[in-house]
């Protein structure tokens, strides 16, 4: 987990995701070192920015956006429905 000041993200699971999030936490979190769903979440996202960083920024930290900047919440039906096609 950082060791930094955390800042507060709350991601949206569907129910059977959240489900099998925490049953692989409650199942081999404690053998991978996670204290916490939280830390397990981040390692995970952390991962998954370390990718996008290799694959669309030439390896490098992208500039930190502030709060408030990048959307959140989840895509609308709509959204949801243009991104299966």
């Known amino acids: ?18 489900g099998q999030v925490r049953a692989a936490f409650a199942a081999a979190g ?14 995970a996202t952390l991962k998954e920015v370390r990718r996008l960083q290799r694959r ?4 490098k930290p992208w500039e930190p956006l502030p709060p ?12 949801e429905a243009r991104h299966r096609q």
């Open 1 to 18: 987990m950082s060791k930094a000041k955390p800042e507060s993200f709350s991601p949206y699971f569907a129910t059977a995701d959240a």
């Open 30 to 43: 404690h053998l991978e070192g996670y204290a916490s769903i939280s830390e397990l979440i981040e390692a």
């Open 68 to 79: 408030g900047i990048a959307r959140t919440g989840r895509r609308s039906k709509e959204e």
């Open 56 to 59: 669309h920024n030439n390896g």
